[in-house]
T-cell receptor, first 115, second 110 residues
């Protein structure tokens, strides 16, 4: 149980375009999902907390108008990188609750490359 | 965000030896910690967790130790195998959010 599916796994886009990443909880309802960003050889950095039916809470320094998060249902949260630039190239990972102990399950991540 | 760091960024061990990965955290109010394993290009995988009312928890070949006095967490892997080679992160629960340490890259030498 507690499977989180993230798509796409890899995406290459042109500078200035927008990219949407989906995160789905397959066998449980996730009232809260988290979005992380990870640069090579670095740790995961929390970008925002997504609550179903309400606005996301962004961490300090994360532009909410650039990284649009939508959590319209209990099983789906999306992250849209708007007007992407090469510096947005990174590994984006979502997570959602579901482990019996209270921990969180992670998606497999999305490798975004902006050219 | 919170500060969660690791003492050693890289660790190499011989196959069959035990591995110890350390983590320091900063928020004394944190009540829940998780160790994750991340293989290259993949999302983190849950290994083991521990709550602040415990000092030690054991899983299959892994043990987590928590020292709240010095705010230190460690992950012990017994009989390390090549498949254990990965980056290991500790994560600290703060206000229902998890903040990650910098990560330790474990390399197992056959």
């Amino acid at each position: 149980g507690a499977v989180v599916s993230q798509h796409p796994s890899r995406v290459i886009c042109k500078s200035g375009t927008s990219v949407k990443i989906e995160c789905r909880s397959l066998d449980f309802q996730a009232t809260t999902m988290f979005w992380y960003r990870q640069f090579p050889k670095q740790s995961l950095m929390l970008m925002a907390t997504s609550n179903e039916g309400s606005k996301a809470t962004y961490e300090q320094g994360v532009e909410k108008d650039k990284f649009l998060i939508n959590h319209a249902s209990l099983t789906l949260s999306t992250l849209t990188v708007t007007s992407a630039h090469p510096e947005d190239s990174s590994f984006y990972i979502c997570s959602a609750g579901g482990l019996p102990s209270g921990g969180y399950t992670f998606g497999s991540g999305t490798r975004l490359t902006v050219v | 965000g919170e500060s969660v760091g690791l003492h050693l960024p890289t660790l190499s061990v011989q196959e069959g030896d035990n591995s110890i990965i350390n983590c320091a955290y900063s928020n004394s109010a944190s009540d829940y910690f998780i160790w994750y394993k991340q293989e290259s290009g993949k999302g983190p995988q849950f290994i083991i967790d521990i709550r602040s009312n415990m000092d030690k928890r054991q899983g299959q070949r892994v043990t987590v130790l928590l020292n709240k006095t010095v705010k230190h967490l460690s992950l012990q892997i017994a009989a390390t195998q090549p498949g254990d080679s990965a980056v290991y992160f500790c994560a600290e629960n703060v206000g229902n959010q998890f903040y990650f340490g910098t990560g330790t890259s474990l390399t197992v030498i056959p």
